[in-house]
């Protein structure tokens, strides 16, 4: 929720280009004022203030690639939204962005346990604002697709209240192989944009050939689709592993169905029980793993920002 070039849902990030100084050659003694031959001149380090997160409070993240106001913050993670309603997630570590111009750590707010409570209480498992007393917005034409059943189940334990609102459809695809001809058929554009969320978008991957395939594919529409993913073989272990009492997701040979095999590992019986226990576990953002987090933000932007 950063910047980028290139069509929508395949995107490319660039570096900066550090631009030599002017000037004569450090032995020409050109600029300086003093010190050893050939060595610049001892620059302090700026000092790094420590900033309450409360929500509102505006920063930059210390590249300076995005600006906006604190949505929500843990001791991990930091999600910043700007003034077109885009967000983005940032991990919270120190000196990590700028408040006013100065390196600044982001301090997770401590509350005493009763307005702890009530603060919960007026944000939904996503960390957003709720919002009380409104009926679910009419659907929209646009249409966020998510792989599976069990996708669709854990988007919409942490982002239910956020789609209600909006007016966002969830639909499982039931696979990513039917993806390019479900895409096909739903006929994208501009008043009719699609955002996808698949797993194990990495290079390589089945799922990256099919979301390249996508965009060559719908031609010119394909502006109008926008195909996220995460790392992980599947959304389970998109789950963060202390959240369903495991210490790490069990690695499954090639062959053996990983559900199935997860389930085996770990003893949780078959794959309904395993589902049962993995969807039982989530309950807000916090449980999931930054990448689908990151992942599910964007294209709900992306649906939705100047609909």
Request: aromatic share 4%.
């Amino acid at each position: 929720m950063h910047g980028s070039t290139g069509d929508a849902g395949f995107r490319t990030t660039g570096g900066a280009v550090r631009v030599p100084g002017r000037g004569g050659s450090p032995s020409s003694g050109a600029g300086r004022t003093g010190g050893l031959p050939g060595l610049a001149p001892h620059k302090p380090a700026r000092e790094v203030v420590s900033v309450v997160a409360e929500p509102g409070l505006v920063v930059e993240d210390a590249a300076e690639t995005f600006c906006g106001a604190v949505i929500r913050a843990d001791v991990r993670e930091v999600v910043l939204e700007d003034a077109a309603g885009r967000r983005r997630l940032f991990p919270n570590k120190p000196a990590a962005f700028l408040h006013e111009g100065r390196p600044a750590t982001l301090v997770p707010p401590q509350r005493a346990a009763g307005p702890e409570k009530a603060a919960t209480q007026q944000r939904s498992a996503s960390g957003s604002r709720r919002v009380e007393n409104v009926r679910a917005r009419t659907a929209l034409p646009h249409r966020i697709w998510v792989e599976g059943l069990h996708d669709a189940e854990i988007v919409e334990r942490v982002w239910g209240h956020d789609l209600r609102v909006e007016g966002v459809v969830v639909e499982p695809l039931h696979g990513a192989d039917v993806l390019v001809e479900a895409a096909r058929e739903f006929g994208p554009g501009p008043d009719r944009r699609l955002g996808v969320l698949v797993d194990h978008l990495v290079t390589g991957s089945k799922e990256s050939r099919i979301a390249e395939g996508l965009r060559r594919d719908l031609g010119p529409a394909a502006a109008h689709v926008l195909v996220l993913g995460h790392p992980y073989i599947d959304i389970w272990e998109a789950v963060k592993p202390r959240t369903v009492g495991i210490e790490a997701w069990p690695t499954i040979p090639r062959g053996i169905e990983w559900k199935r095999g997860v389930c085996e590992a770990l003893g949780w019986g078959d794959e309904r029980a395993g589902a049962r226990r993995v969807l039982s576990s989530v309950s807000t953002w916090t449980d999931l793993e930054t990448p689908l987090i990151t992942a599910m933000e964007q294209l709900i932007d992306f649906v939705t920002v100047g609909a």
